[in-house]
């Protein structure tokens, strides 16, 4: 990753992608470039000016301009983020499944476009906790398309002099089917992600904590990270869109609705 990229518009939601950008740029020592789309020639210089203006407001000065002029932001901003050189950093509105079939998303259409991590901010992110990155947690199930993710984790983890948790959550609702083995269960519970853990640390030669919570995943995760600071939580989606999405829920949307903390969300290219 050479360079960080901010998406932005003139709406002042998209500063705390700005933040955001601002804080990765300074802890990867990377040059901060400011990104925004526009569906003519004629809106691009009015767009300039009016990034100029707050990025001077925000005291970013030094971040370079890039006025795009393309007819669908979600497709240009998608193979942006694509490239193994950028990281590409949007605010989110963290909307509920049904409202986004309802009226779309640039930020949905991009990761469904990337198939590498976008850095997303949801409303409640918190610029002045989450000052730089101390602590990447890694959201994993047991599944392979959570564990698409580590690879990722782990390369920004070494770049970020980050330490690296891997974060799992049982679901109450459905432990609760499955019969106790005469109480070790919490030992069982833990096995996959202590052993994930374990192999992670001989293969990359990283130190790797883990946490098990549970509960419903959404509110766990959210509930666990609201005390936490200077943290990155990374996480996969199916990243579905309309119906389908409706249907399957997303723990992604419902976590970046509520944290505070900066999600790194990637969609694999293969889930289909």
Not at 51 to 62: E, I, P, T, V, W
Not at 121 to 133: E, L, Q, S
Request: charged fraction near 20%; charge should be negative.
């Amino acid at each position: 990753m050479d360079k960080i990229h901010v998406a932005m518009d003139e709406s002042d939601a998209s500063l705390r992608a700005l933040a955001l950008g601002q804080h990765l740029a300074g802890q990867l020592a990377v040059p901060l470039s400011v990104t925004s789309v526009v569906a003519s020639e004629a809106q691009a210089e009015s767009r300039r000016a009016a990034l100029q203006s707050r990025l001077a407001d925000q005291q970013a000065g030094d971040a370079s301009i890039e006025v795009a002029v393309h007819e669908s932001a979600k497709a240009y901003l998608g193979q942006l983020a694509g490239r193994e050189e950028v990281g590409l950093c949007m605010m989110a509105h963290g909307r509920r499944p049904v409202p986004e079939m309802l009226i779309g998303s640039v930020t949905a259409g991009v990761v469904r476009r990337a198939n590498r991590p976008v850095f997303l901010c949801g409303p409640r992110f918190d610029a002045g906790a989450h000052r730089k990155v101390e602590v990447l947690m890694v959201c994993v199930d047991g599944s392979k398309l959570s564990e698409a993710i580590l690879p990722h984790a782990v390369a920004l983890a070494g770049r970020l002099d980050a330490r690296l948790q891997l974060l799992q959550v049982i679901d109450t609702s459905a432990a609760a089917a499955v019969p106790l083995d005469g109480g070790h269960a919490d030992v069982m519970e833990s096995g996959y992600v202590h052993g994930l853990a374990r192999r992670l640390r001989s293969e990359q030669g990283m130190e790797v904590d883990w946490e098990v919570l549970h509960g419903d995943p959404a509110d766990s995760i959210v509930s666990y990270l609201a005390d936490c600071q200077d943290t990155m939580l990374a996480m996969t989606t199916h990243g579905r869109s309309g119906l389908s999405q409706v249907v399957a829920g997303s723990v992604s949307h419902e976590v970046l609705h509520e944290a505070r903390c900066p999600v790194a969300v990637l969609r694999p290219a293969d889930i289909g």
